[in-house]
């Protein structure tokens, strides 16, 4: 079981980037799938992205992806969010998960996929 804390959110201009840091306590985080999620006042909670256990494959939603990268460090049980190029519709609640489930298209972009998360962080990107 492993318990994500998200940090490095923020204000920031539109064009500007931020990086998100998800560190996990407990055990066995290097078992673990790690996505972020997040949700914008008034709508449901929408995927952003996802890494495997081990760090080999990402899969990312199809409006962020040539901006953001996600990344992850074992060593250290945390996991990274990189976002440039931001812009004021990218202003949510970044949530971190993590999840044990077998990886694909099918599962990974899926909040049910995931059994722990974090509090969320707040990015609030400007004009």
């Known amino acids: 079981q492993v318990q994500p804390v998200e940090s490095g959110g923020g204000l920031v201009q539109a064009g500007g980037s931020l990086r998100l840091s998800c560190a996990a306590s407990g055990r066995g985080f290097s078992m673990y799938h790690m996505a972020w999620f997040r949700q914008a006042p008034g709508k449901e909670r929408e995927f952003v992205s996802a890494?495997?256990?081990?760090?080999?494959?990402?899969f990312y939603a199809d409006n962020i992806k040539d901006r953001f990268t996600t990344s992850r460090d074992n060593a250290k049980n945390t996991v990274y969010l990189q976002m440039n190029s931001l812009k004021i519709e990218d202003t949510a609640v970044y949530y971190c998960?993590?999840?044990?489930?077998?990886?694909?298209?099918?599962?990974?972009?899926?909040?049910?996929?995931?059994?722990?998360w974090g509090q969320g962080t707040q990015v609030t990107v400007s004009s």
């Open positions: 998960a993590a999840g044990s489930f077998t990886w694909g298209n099918s599962a990974a972009p899926f909040p049910r996929s995931y059994a722990y």
């Open positions: 890494i495997t256990w081990n760090g080999d494959n990402t």
